[in-house]
């Protein structure tokens, strides 16, 4: 084989060789996993701590911050990595710290989190103040409620957790008194975002005591008595044979009929009530004319008894 040949070989093959690297070293580093995950649950740059030395009567309690670089002042030590770590993991970090520094044979060290954006649960929704709630590990949804306070009174039993690591949501429906077993122990971790869900509403037109708009409270489920029962009831001249659920089913308007005589009787069935239904109970014009008639009557008895009196 030629002299230049070989030598020419040799050029291209260092050239290629070359281009080669760079895309290798972009494999590794896109397959290498990340030290410190996105969406770790542990101490991060901001949090604060409570920090408590047993052995140091100079500094028995020491408000500390975790810093930009992920670490906390430790006296007689220095800095001590902690961020990614659980209150109990950081606190074995500043022990082993103080034994390395051969400051206290057998330290004691307490480490209270004050604020941790990372262990924590957001609360959000139809709750009376919506805030974070301080979560150290995973625990069931009855606790994290029992820290939010009451519900609004627009707030169903619905409830959604949505987690911090990307795990699909959790859609949690209580019964009718919020005391589902199952329901108030499906599990919330640090960093979930649990969300109370607010109740729809319905509209009461036409021969109704109260009409307007109402909330589906207390449940999702409602049925029809109630929100009759909700909008303060029908009227005197109501035509409760003619009463109507007008629903949008699919873009289009549905029509439910309703006898309210015989629904106050169990007669019919109750229906329940959908978010943005429309409750309709039409006029009785012959309850009008004799309702008209019944109050004239009583002003003219009402007159004759005056002037007999007078």
Do not use: C
């Not at 209270?112 to 929704?125: D, F, P």
């Not at 919020?178 to 109370?196: F, K």
Request: charged letters at 15%; hydrophobic letters at 45%; proline letters at 7%.
């Amino acid at each position: 084989m030629p002299r230049g040949f070989v030598t020419l070989f040799r050029i291209l093959a260092v050239i290629a060789l070359m281009n080669l690297i760079p895309a290798i070293n972009s494999q590794q580093a896109a397959s290498a996993p990340d030290s410190m995950p996105g969406n770790a649950v542990g101490l991060a740059p901001g949090d604060t701590l409570q920090a408590h030395f047993l052995d140091f009567p100079e500094a028995v309690s020491l408000p500390v911050t975790v810093s930009s670089a992920g670490t906390i002042f430790v006296p007689y030590v220095g800095q001590v990595k902690v961020a990614g770590l659980t209150p109990d993991e950081a606190e074995q970090a500043v022990i082993e710290a103080l034994q390395a520094k051969q400051v206290v044979k057998s330290p004691q060290v307490s480490l209270t989190v004050v604020s941790a954006r990372n262990l924590s649960v957001l609360v959000l929704g139809a709750v009376a103040i919506p805030h974070q709630i301080p979560l150290l590990s995973p625990a069931p949804l009855s606790l994290v409620l029992g820290q939010v306070g009451t519900f609004t009174p627009v707030a169903s039993y619905h409830i959604l957790i949505a987690h911090r690591d990307g795990a699909p949501p959790v859609d949690v429906e209580l019964d009718r008194t919020g005391m589902s077993m199952r329901g108030l122990s499906a599990e919330v971790r640090p960093g979930d975002v649990v969300t109370v869900a607010q109740a729809g509403s319905f509209f009461a037109l036409g021969e109704f005591t109260h009409p307007g708009i109402f909330p589906i409270t207390g449940t999702q489920h409602m049925t029809l008595m109630q929100a009759v029962a909700t909008a303060g009831g029908p009227t005197l001249v109501a035509s409760l044979s003619r009463a109507r659920i007008l629903r949008s089913v699919d873009g289009h308007r549905e029509e439910i009929e309703v006898d309210l005589a015989k629904l106050h009787d169990g007669k019919v069935a109750d229906p329940l009530i959908q978010t943005d239904d429309i409750l309709f109970i039409p006029r009785n014009q012959v309850k009008v004319v004799v309702n008209s008639w019944l109050n004239q009557s009583l002003y003219a008895l009402s007159t004759v008894n005056t002037v007999k009196n007078y």
